[in-house]
Structures are given as C-alpha cells and as structure tokens.
C-alpha cells in the first residue's frame, strides 16, 4: 500500500512543484486532479496538474509527466476528475462527458489506467429515476474505458455541500444499497469504488462492513 493525496488541495502549484512536494513529504503515490483549464465551479474543483489534451497531442510532455513522476519516485495512482456527468443541464453534462473521455484516454496513455470520479445525479430527480438515466450515459463511457484497460473508480460522496447541490446532491453513488443496484445495471469488471470513508462516517453508515462485501470493487481507496 501506498500513502498519497489527491493533488487539487496544492490548486497554486505545477504539476513539478506537487511532484516535489509528495516527494519531499515522504509520499508514495498521488491522485492527479485533471480537470479543464479554467475556474472551477466548487471548492477543489478546476485545479489541473497534468493537461490531458496535451497528453494525448504532445509526445514530449507525456514523456515528461511520465518521466518526472518516476525521477521523483511518485506513482501516479489515478488521474483525478470529479465532475458532474449526469447534470440536469444538457450544455454542461455534454461538456463534462467530452473531457471525462480524454481523462480515460490520458490515463492510458500515461500507463495509469484508473480514473477516479463521480458517477453523477440528476439533483432534482429521485433516485430511482436517476438508476434509469445511469445506464444511457454510462455504457458507452464503460465500454470506451474497458477497450483502453482503463478502471473506473467512483468515489462514494454525496455531493451535498452547497445550496446549489440540494436536494438530492450530484453523485449518486452514496450508500452500499445503491451501490448493488449500480453494479447490477452496470456489470462491467472495469467499474468500482474510490472508498472514501469519511463521507460514510458523515452519514451514520458503517465504514467498515462495506469493506468486505464490496472488498473486488474497491479500486482506490
């Protein structure tokens, strides 16, 4: 096991002066935030240490972020994009779609292959109604990834830290029971968890019991 950190809590550093950090910190690993340029809609959102489009059009700084990262003795443990790919928006569910896919292209580019996000919620409608949409969107998105060997890991937070995330929050993914239903509609070997146990702490729910039921699906922890 390896101790790391996702990058987006170092929002004014380059991606050398992060690998510098978790270097001179002692740390194994990182979770590289990849979000578009640009100013980011939340807290921790919009920070962007490794540009994915260059990845994939520019072989020198591929070779770059590669050869840093092991010069430096830092494994890249999963390229980081938390967006919301479910949005009630068409515009901006269609905008974090479209980049989602170049993060999964990055990440096996870079020889990564895992991606770290959210699966998404459409906030205004239940969850059952969500369970429906999820299929539609992320079949492809799945099906894309797999061909790569990409993984996907979802983290488990709802979402729900802002007045402009109520009610329902903007991931779906929150609770072990929804989690089986999830797994079912998707059966992709390729899609699993980034288990973060604080937000079960959040909401009351047993952090540990998880662990064992869903101990294949946990990816990222």
């Not at 109604?129 to 990834?145: C, V």
Request: one cysteine or more.
């Amino acid at each position: 096991m390896k101790l790391g950190f996702i990058t987006s809590i170092l929002e004014n550093y380059d991606y050398k002066q992060m690998m510098d950090f978790a270097s001179e910190e002692g740390f194994g690993c990182v979770e590289v935030a990849c979000w578009p340029s640009g100013k980011g809609e939340r807290r921790y959102a919009g920070t962007s240490h490794i540009d994915v489009e260059r990845v994939l059009n520019d072989r020198s700084y591929q070779e770059y972020i590669t050869n840093y990262s092991r010069e430096k003795k830092v494994e890249i443990s999963a390229l980081a994009y938390y967006p919301n790919v479910m949005d009630v928006d068409e515009e901006k569910r269609s905008k974090n779609i479209k980049h989602l896919y170049k993060v999964i292209a990055a990440s096996s580019r870079l020889g990564v292959k895992m991606v770290t996000t959210f699966i998404g919620r459409d906030q205004n409608k239940t969850v059952e109604d969500n369970l429906m949409i999820i299929k539609k969107i992320w079949y492809p998105i799945l099906e894309y990834a797999e061909k790569l060997g990409v993984r996907i890991a979802i983290e488990n937070c709802p979402m729900l830290f802002g007045s402009e995330q109520w009610p329902g929050g903007q991931n779906i993914m929150t609770t072990p029971v929804i989690w089986r239903k999830v797994f079912g509609i998707l059966p992709f070997d390729n899609l699993g968890i980034n288990y973060d146990p604080s937000h079960f702490v959040w909401q009351m729910i047993d952090y540990i019991k998880p662990l064992y039921e869903f101990k294949d699906k946990i990816f990222h922890v």
